[in-house]
DNA sequence: GTGACCACGC
DNA sequence: GACGTACGTGGTCACA
């Protein structure tokens, strides 16, 4: 463990104290602003305390010291305010963001052992002053840390200043030599200096006119302010002259104000500053609760995938079940269905635990795979569950003949929504985020990698009973806070059921035809083979063409193309370049069907054909949903929803998916246009909604619009570059994005989506609008009330900002499409049900259904699904949906 | 194992 | 004027 201990003195030399002094509110303020406003689960902004934390380690770190103190300012008025009361005047309030976090500062420094300290009507700087000239008489070292170049003249032979530059990365330390180099004056001289040029930040006026150069001038001249006053008659310049003699006295006091007091009536010592190293665990709990994962490594904490030590764990009393009864299976009740991480298709249940008002048990998963009590407990849709990933629950066991019904909550998802950005599959990163530490995560306790395994079961159960008793702690907290956020709704109406529906469907699964998959391999194969050797006779030298590297060596160098794009490790080879150079050589063509075929073949012919059931010949995808930004869901292992379907090579992989049933289809429902009529909807854009309400082509009526021609005026090239622009409008991409999309310039990207914004006024309205909200709520919300928290929208980074305001305006859309369809889902399960439909949903592809349906369905279904799909959700505008059926996915297009 | 690069979908 | 620009998943290469 790394602790901080005040090293030995070298060879028994005993060497001067060390002491550091801090500005404390300099530095809070320097990482402030140096910081995106980042903020813990709690919503609490940490950006100052983080800054100032790592500030503060590495200046334990690199100076060593035996003593610090940490100096602040002491309310608002000073000894200073009696010579001059607009001190400090016109000052911008200290934002609430940052004073908000000076509590948690004074809470860190106490946890570091490090002695701070406040005096009334005094700053932080006359504190600082004071005890660094008593350190000094004492022969102390002294370093003196603030992003104040005011306290430059505390600088003498034992005192050095050290400033923070640019945010606070970087820092940089004067010394005597340092202040001569920098200023040409004494130290001392800072404060003439000041004197004659003032300071706007603390309102001290100086004299009018004169700017750091001419000070320093006058300074090194005369010596002080002083004696340029009294040597007036000397200064070169009639203007300086009339100036000068003007505001003597204004010069005398702004001198007076920026001199820092060595003799504030402090009641601290120097002793009351030593400093002996801290303890971690002062520090870890502070450090867990305001989210500092990353610097608990670096005072010796674990990173989250270590296995919480003996000594931090309370223990956990929990029973081994021996049989199942109603102590045991009571409601409500936290369960665990432990499953080793990854995939939970077919996978063999490690046991199960369940935490309720009756205590604490671990039951071996045989027990209660077989038990009648258990599946009839587990399948009663009264007997209330809470449950950490539902899907996964609900899928393991469902491979064991039990439904699982009645979950009421689920820790994942609840997290989820509540922060989107600090979501996760694993139980204890999202217990630690809620203050609960006593759990270990996943990799611990299974390893990682090559070194997986299941653990032996007394780890195991003790896992799992800690994860479920971490859900039990959990569960009320976390409900209220969806309450609280009017987010209730949306958990326990949308989210919990459609858990359930994600569940059947990848149970489901969808039957692929091996075979043509098989058969598309082989060709596909030839092909490549047939294209590397015509590609390698043109470059005249066999490579490895899926090389990036090798591949601009060959082209770039060997066949002198010209090099379009560079990457940071070499020559861009990416679709846009190679097209640019298509004309120049015909090994570019082939290089690019190569690159078409090889995707399609590694990717999709054998990536498929990896995980195909080879029982069912069934591919059973996952969909994850607590992990997407924006609320949609995602798709892994593999992914079904990023199938071809652009280019007709790639489209052909959809033929191998059909129907697991002899003569039935496949059903393919898709929304059209779905988020511009969120946008429309949201906007409550006249132009726009009235393009859907008379069931116009949006593309075509935007070009209509931007480019303010007829109908039948609409080139397809206008057309091309409306679509581009609503496509950017949907995804929040940038001029820059657009450009590239379009292949235009930067300016006339920007332009087109000026003019767009004016044809759509109410368009830009709502963007310029959900900003500001964002701004002020910190937030945006979906039309059901699902939040992506943007705290990077106040940043002082121009793209960091750009990019927030971007997604500010996208998120709503993209996020109300998500909503929409997930809803349409939930229903339409319910309906298929209610209906006694053997039709079964197989497939979400963001805004697309697929399903496989028998063929006397067909006719109901192409009623119900757009029925159904379409009233989902009621917006100002109609939803569309376009519905197409054949035997294969290929066909239902 | 990890990062860079590339490519597929919405 | 620079900054480095939708979100995902997954394959391959080349490095350690």
Same mark, same amino acid.
């Given at each position: 463990?790394?602790?901080?201990k005040?090293?030995?003195?070298s060879?028994g030399i005993?060497l001067a104290?060390?002491?550091?002094?801090?500005?404390?509110n300099?530095?809070?303020?320097?990482?402030?602003?140096?910081?995106p406003?980042l903020?813990?689960?709690?919503?609490?902004?940490?950006?100052?305390v983080?800054?100032?934390?790592?500030?503060?380690?590495?200046?334990l770190?690199?100076?060593?010291?035996?003593?610090?103190?940490?100096?602040?300012?002491?309310?608002?008025?000073?000894f200073r305010?009696k010579?001059?009361?607009?001190?400090?005047?016109?000052?911008?309030?200290t934002?609430?963001?940052?004073?908000?976090?000076?509590p948690?500062?004074?809470?860190?420094l106490?946890g570091?052992?490090?002695?701070?300290?406040?005096?009334?009507s005094?700053e932080?700087?006359?504190?600082?002053?004071?005890?660094?000239?008593q350190?000094a008489?004492?022969?102390?070292?002294v370093?003196?840390y603030?992003?104040?170049k005011?306290l430059?003249?505390?600088?003498t032979?034992?005192?050095?200043v050290?400033?923070t530059?640019?945010?606070?990365?970087?820092?940089?330390?004067?010394?005597l030599k340092?202040?001569?180099?920098?200023y040409?004056?004494?130290?001392?001289?800072?404060?003439?200096?000041?004197?004659l040029?003032?300071?706007?930040?603390?309102?001290?006026?100086?004299?009018?006119?004169?700017?750091?150069?001419? =000070?320093?001038?006058?300074?090194?001249?005369?010596?002080? &302010?002083e004696?340029?006053?009294?040597?007036?008659d000397?200064?070169?310049?009639a203007?300086?002259?009339?100036?000068?003699?003007?505001n003597?006295?204004?010069a005398l006091m702004?001198k007076?104000l920026?001199?820092?007091?060595?003799?504030?009536?402090?009641e601290?010592?120097?002793?009351?500053?030593v400093?002996?190293?801290?303890?971690?665990?002062q520090?870890?709990?502070?450090?867990k609760d305001l989210?500092?994962?990353?610097?608990?490594?670096?005072i010796?904490?674990?990173?989250?995938?270590?296995?919480?030590?003996?000594?931090?764990?309370?223990?956990?009393?929990?029973?081994e @079940?021996?049989?199942?009864?109603?102590?045991i299976?009571s409601?409500?009740?936290?369960?665990?269905?432990e499953?080793?991480?990854?995939?939970?298709h077919r996978?063999p249940?490690n046991?199960?635990?369940?935490?309720n008002?009756?205590?604490?048990f671990?039951i071996?998963?045989?027990l =209660?795979?077989?038990s009648?009590?258990?599946?009839?407990?587990?399948?009663?849709?009264?007997?209330?569950?809470?449950?950490f990933?539902?899907?996964?629950?609900y899928?393991?066991?469902?491979?064991?003949?039990?439904?699982?019904?009645?979950?009421?909550?689920?820790?994942?998802?609840?997290?989820?929504?509540?922060?989107?950005?600090?979501?996760?599959?694993?139980?204890?990163?999202?217990?630690?985020?809620?203050g609960?530490?006593?759990?270990?995560?996943?990799?611990?306790?299974y390893?990682?990698g @090559?070194?997986?395994k299941?653990?032996?079961?007394?780890v195991?159960?003790?896992?799992?009973?800690r994860?479920?008793?971490?859900i039990y702690? &959990?569960?009320?907290?976390?409900?209220n806070?969806l309450?609280?956020?009017?987010?209730?709704?949306?958990?326990?109406d949308?989210?919990?059921?459609l858990?359930?529906?994600?569940?059947?469907?990848?149970?489901?699964?969808?039957k692929?035809?091996v075979?043509r998959?098989?058969?598309?391999g082989?060709?596909?194969?030839?092909?490549?083979n047939?294209?590397?050797a015509?590609?390698?006779? &043109?470059?005249?030298?066999?490579?490895?063409?899926?090389?990036?590297?090798?591949?601009g060596?060959?082209?770039?160098?060997?066949?002198?193309?010209?090099?379009?794009?560079?990457?940071?490790?070499?020559?861009?080879?990416?679709?846009?370049?190679?097209?640019?150079?298509?004309g120049k050589h015909e090994?570019?063509?082939?290089?690019l069907?190569?690159?078409?075929?090889?995707?399609?073949?590694?990717?999709y012919?054998?990536?498929?054909?990896?995980?195909?059931?080879?029982q069912?010949?069934?591919?059973?995808?996952?969909?994850?949903?607590?992990?997407?930004?924006?609320?949609?869901?995602s798709?892994?292992?593999?992914?079904?929803?990023?199938?071809?379907?652009?280019?007709e090579?790639? *489209?052909?992989?959809?033929? @191998?998916?059909?129907?697991?049933?002899?003569?039935?289809?496949?059903?393919?429902a898709d929304?059209?246009?779905?988020?511009?009529?969120?946008?429309?909807h949201i906007?409550?854009?006249?132009? &726009?909604?009235?393009?859907?309400?008379?069931?116009?082509?949006?593309?075509t009526?935007?070009?209509?619009?931007?480019?303010?021609v007829e109908?039948?005026?609409v080139?397809?090239?206008?057309r091309?570059h409306?679509?581009?622009?609503?496509?950017?409008i949907?995804?929040g991409i940038s001029?820059?994005g657009l450009?590239?999309?379009l292949?235009?310039?930067?300016?006339? =990207?920007?332009e087109f989506?000026?003019?767009y914004l004016?044809?759509?006024?109410g368009?830009k309205?709502?963007m310029?609008?959900?900003?500001?909200?964002a701004?002020?709520?910190g937030y945006?919300?979906t039309?059901?009330? *699902?939040?992506?928290y943007?705290?990077e929208?106040?940043s *002082?980074?121009?793209?960091?900002r750009?990019?927030?305001? *971007?997604?500010?305006?996208?998120?709503?859309?993209?996020?109300?499409?998500?909503?929409?369809?997930?809803k349409?889902?939930?229903?339409m399960?319910?309906?298929?049900?209610?209906e006694k439909?053997?039709?079964?949903?197989l497939?979400?592809?963001?805004?697309e259904?697929?399903?496989?349906?028998?063929?006397?369905?067909i006719?109901?279904?192409?009623?119900?699904?757009?029925?159904?799909?379409?009233?989902?959700?009621?917006?100002d505008?109609?939803?569309?949906v376009?519905?197409?059926?054949?035997?294969?996915?290929?066909?239902?297009k």
């Amino acid at each position: 463990m790394v602790q901080y201990k005040q090293k030995n003195r070298s060879g028994g030399i005993i060497l001067a104290n060390k002491l550091v002094l801090i500005d404390g509110n300099s530095i809070a303020y320097r990482a402030f602003f140096a910081l995106p406003l980042l903020n813990n689960d709690k919503g609490v902004y940490t950006n100052a305390v983080y800054g100032f934390t790592t500030m503060l380690l590495r200046i334990l770190e690199d100076e060593k010291p035996s003593h610090v103190l940490v100096a602040f300012d002491a309310g608002k008025t000073t000894f200073r305010h009696k010579t001059f009361e607009e001190y400090k005047g016109g000052r911008q309030k200290t934002p609430s963001e940052l004073s908000e976090q000076f509590p948690l500062i004074r809470q860190l420094l106490d946890g570091f052992g490090i002695k701070r300290y406040e005096l009334e009507s005094y700053e932080a700087d006359d504190i600082i002053g004071t005890l660094s000239k008593q350190a000094a008489e004492g022969d102390w070292v002294v370093n003196v840390y603030t992003g104040d170049k005011d306290l430059l003249q505390l600088v003498t032979e034992n005192v050095k200043v050290t400033l923070t530059r640019k945010g606070i990365s970087e820092v940089e330390a004067y010394d005597l030599k340092q202040v001569e180099e920098r200023y040409g004056l004494t130290p001392h001289q800072i404060i003439d200096m000041k004197g004659l040029m003032g300071d706007p930040s603390d309102n001290i006026p100086g004299v009018p006119g004169v700017g750091e150069k001419t =000070a320093i001038k006058l300074i090194k001249q005369f010596g002080s &302010l002083e004696q340029t006053l009294d040597s007036i008659d000397q200064v070169s310049g009639a203007k300086l002259k009339e100036k000068l003699s003007e505001n003597k006295e204004q010069a005398l006091m702004s001198k007076e104000l920026a001199t820092i007091t060595h003799e504030a009536p402090i009641e601290v010592s120097l002793e009351d500053s030593v400093y002996k190293g801290y303890e971690p665990e002062q520090l870890l709990p502070l450090f867990k609760d305001l989210g500092f994962n990353s610097l608990l490594e670096r005072i010796g904490g674990d990173t989250g995938q270590e296995m919480v030590s003996e000594e931090e764990k309370e223990t956990i009393e929990f029973e081994e @079940a021996k049989a199942l009864n109603d102590k045991i299976l009571s409601s409500p009740a936290a369960l665990i269905v432990e499953t080793t991480p990854e995939t939970y298709h077919r996978a063999p249940v490690n046991g199960l635990a369940i935490v309720n008002e009756n205590g604490k048990f671990y039951i071996p998963g045989d027990l =209660a795979l077989s038990s009648p009590e258990f599946k009839k407990w587990a399948e009663d849709e009264s007997k209330e569950k809470y449950v950490f990933d539902a899907k996964r629950a609900y899928v393991a066991l469902d491979w064991n003949d039990i439904s699982l019904q009645g979950v009421k909550f689920d820790l994942m998802i609840a997290s989820y929504l509540l922060n989107p950005s600090d979501s996760g599959d694993d139980v204890a990163v999202i217990a630690k985020r809620y203050g609960i530490h006593d759990t270990d995560g996943e990799e611990a306790v299974y390893g990682k990698g @090559a070194k997986r395994k299941v653990p032996e079961i007394s780890v195991l159960s003790e896992h799992m009973v800690r994860k479920a008793n971490s859900i039990y702690v &959990l569960q009320e907290k976390l409900t209220n806070e969806l309450k609280k956020n009017e987010q209730y709704e949306l958990f326990a109406d949308l989210e919990l059921p459609l858990s359930l529906v994600l569940g059947e469907m990848e149970t489901t699964g969808v039957k692929v035809d091996v075979g043509r998959l098989q058969a598309m391999g082989r060709e596909l194969t030839e092909q490549l083979n047939a294209l590397e050797a015509e590609i390698h006779e &043109l470059a005249g030298v066999a490579f490895n063409i899926n090389s990036p590297k090798q591949l601009g060596e060959i082209l770039f160098e060997k066949l002198n193309l010209p090099p379009i794009k560079k990457t940071k490790t070499g020559y861009s080879t990416s679709v846009d370049v190679l097209e640019k150079l298509e004309g120049k050589h015909e090994i570019i063509r082939k290089i690019l069907v190569y690159r078409q075929l090889g995707k399609l073949s590694s990717t999709y012919i054998e990536g498929l054909l990896k995980v195909v059931d080879q029982q069912t010949d069934k591919i059973h995808t996952r969909f994850n949903q607590a992990l997407t930004q924006t609320g949609r869901l995602s798709s892994t292992e593999p992914n079904l929803q990023n199938i071809p379907i652009r280019l007709e090579a790639g *489209r052909k992989i959809r033929q @191998a998916f059909v129907p697991s049933t002899p003569g039935w289809k496949i059903l393919s429902a898709d929304y059209s246009q779905i988020e511009l009529r969120v946008l429309a909807h949201i906007s409550q854009d006249d132009n &726009l909604m009235e393009a859907f309400k008379k069931e116009m082509d949006v593309h075509t009526k935007t070009a209509m619009d931007v480019f303010h021609v007829e109908m039948e005026d609409v080139t397809s090239q206008m057309r091309r570059h409306a679509k581009a622009v609503n496509f950017g409008i949907v995804y929040g991409i940038s001029d820059y994005g657009l450009s590239q999309s379009l292949n235009i310039t930067r300016k006339e =990207a920007g332009e087109f989506i000026e003019q767009y914004l004016k044809t759509f006024p109410g368009v830009k309205e709502y963007m310029e609008s959900i900003v500001r909200q964002a701004k002020q709520d910190g937030y945006v919300s979906t039309l059901m009330n *699902r939040r992506r928290y943007l705290p990077e929208i106040t940043s *002082r980074n121009f793209n960091l900002r750009s990019f927030a305001e *971007r997604t500010a305006m996208n998120t709503p859309i993209q996020g109300t499409a998500a909503d929409i369809i997930k809803k349409a889902m939930v229903e339409m399960e319910r309906v298929l049900k209610e209906e006694k439909l053997e039709a079964l949903m197989l497939l979400q592809v963001h805004d697309e259904l697929i399903f496989e349906v028998p063929e006397h369905e067909i006719e109901k279904l192409s009623q119900l699904v757009p029925q159904v799909m379409e009233s989902a959700l009621g917006l100002d505008v109609p939803l569309k949906v376009d519905l197409n059926h054949g035997d294969t996915w290929y066909d239902a297009k």
